[in-house]
Structures are given as structure tokens and as C-alpha cells.
């Protein structure tokens, strides 16, 4: 079995994995990093989405293999001693969650949409975040909270 070194939330890991092994398994089931939800498994819902490398990829189509020599970071990574990321913080206090299942696929595509353009229009939000799909709450206070995370971001994040 190919073995793979992974840094995930800012600590190395080298695991030995199948080939066939997707990255959403090796982050949940081997590194016990349960907050990237499985949705699919076909990456339509974008719920498994995490940054690899600083761009948000569905994890659910990336093989853990490919992601050998990798940076990842998880929504549990995003926190730093326990102060929530900006754009964790906007999700929260606009009320952009109702189940929260989509949640930190939102969050973690919502940073990369932000960090390559850092004052998004409505529009641009809503093509930004196409992959990832929220079930319950209609994506008015989800577009809210991704202003309000992006002005934050620009203020309080280099």
C-alpha cells in the first residue's frame, strides 16, 4: 500500500492507504476529523468540501493519494485557540445555518471564493458557491453571511 504524508489542520500525518481511498475517508474515519461531513459521495453537494493546498476541493473526488505531500484544512482547523475564523463567525451571527449539514462546505468554499476576490457582489456569491448545495435555508442569509465574513476577513485576516 502507497503510504502518503498529509498535513491536516497544521499537524503532519503519514499514513499508509489504499489507492482507492478517497481524502473524506482518511480525514473522517483515519484522522478522526468528523466535521467534514459525508453528503454524497458523488460531489454534487459540496458538503465534504475542504481547502487543499489553499483551494477548496469536494474531498469526496479527491483519492487520498493525491493529496500526498498536501496542506488540508478542515473546518475544525479553521479556530485558533478557540476564537472562531471570520467567516465561521459571520455564519453564526447572520443565521446562515438551519441543519447545518452543508455548513462547513459553505464555510470552507466561501474563504476561497473571499481570498480571490475579497469584496464579492450577491451574484458573484451565488456563482461562487454553485457546488454547494443547502437544503434548508433558500441561501439569503448564507450570501449575508458571506459579505459580512468577507468584510471581516479583509479587516481582521492578512
Not at 447572520?94 to 471564493?113: K, N, R, S, V, Y
Request: hydrophobic fraction near 35%.
Amino acid at each position: 500500500m502507497p503510504r502518503i504524508t498529509v498535513t491536516v489542520d497544521g499537524v503532519g500525518y503519514e499514513e499508509e492507504v489504499e489507492p482507492r481511498l478517497l481524502l473524506v475517508h482518511l480525514l473522517r474515519d483515519t484522522l478522526g476529523k468528523t466535521g467534514t461531513p459525508i453528503g454524497c459521495d458523488t460531489t454534487n453537494c459540496g458538503a465534504c468540501t475542504v481547502l487543499m493546498d489553499g483551494k477548496s476541493v469536494k474531498s469526496c473526488s479527491v483519492l487520498a493519494v493525491q493529496a500526498d505531500g498536501s496542506e488540508i484544512t478542515t473546518v475544525e482547523g479553521l479556530s485558533a485557540n478557540g476564537v472562531w475564523h471570520p467567516m465561521q463567525r459571520a455564519f453564526h451571527e447572520e443565521h446562515a445555518l438551519q441543519c447545518g449539514f452543508c455548513t462547513p462546505g459553505m464555510i470552507i468554499a466561501a474563504i476561497d471564493l473571499v481570498r480571490t476576490d475579497p469584496d464579492p457582489d450577491d451574484a458573484t456569491i451565488r456563482e461562487g458557491l454553485e457546488g454547494n448545495l443547502c437544503r434548508c435555508t433558500g441561501y439569503c442569509n448564507i450570501v449575508r453571511a458571506v459579505r459580512r465574513g468577507a468584510q471581516e476577513m479583509g479587516v481582521n485576516t492578512p
